[in-house]
């Protein structure tokens, strides 16, 4: 794990936004862990992550031109991220959408810089892939390239009910229906390392038992 990826899974630990226990997802499991990016409420700890997510993005390596926010979580994870680029010496545009077209005004769905070029789509996980599906239907009706989706973290599970788990996660479907990777700051494997390295008394040691037995029921590679 590098340090950066180190570094935001104990930061996440750290502001309660990763916690620990008995949670029911939205596909009905009960994980063991829980991570809420709505939890980065004030102004401190959205700025660090915004430092995260614009590093991340730097590191990976990808050519864009603009960033893109679906709403509602994306709209201040994009903002904030276009902010700590800009201190990066990397200043670019950024959008949003509203959930429903405004009528007046400036009217349209579509609120900040007109999207063109290569576009990055921000956002805080990608549970079944819809904000993602609608952001590049958005982006292409603009005559844009969606050319990236940067997450905080991929919980790297199989989509899918139960009974009919698909072989690949939502993030690896994403990729593969829309043709453009998606880039994490951090994943369950980060988590997992970081509860080993973290666990000097034993504390953690049943967290982390019972994140690998989820891993192995419904984790991918």
Known sequence: MNNLRQQFIEFAVASGVLRFGEFVTKAGRTSPYFFNAGAFNDGATLGTLAQFYAQSLLDAGIEFDMLFGPAYKGITL????AVALAAKNHNVPFAFNRKEAKDHGEGGSIVG???????????????????VRESVD????????PCAVLIALDRMERSGKDD????GSAVQEVSQTYGIPVVSIGNLADLLEYLGRADGDGKLDQHRTAIAAYRQRYGVA
């Open 78 to 81: 994009a903002s904030s991220t």
């Open 113 to 131: 810089a007109a999207l063109k070029g290569r576009v990055v789509i921000i956002d805080d996980v990608i549970s079944a892939g819809t904000s």
């Open 138 to 145: 958005l982006i292409r009706a603009a005559g844009a390239t």
């Open 164 to 167: 009919a788990l698909s072989a």
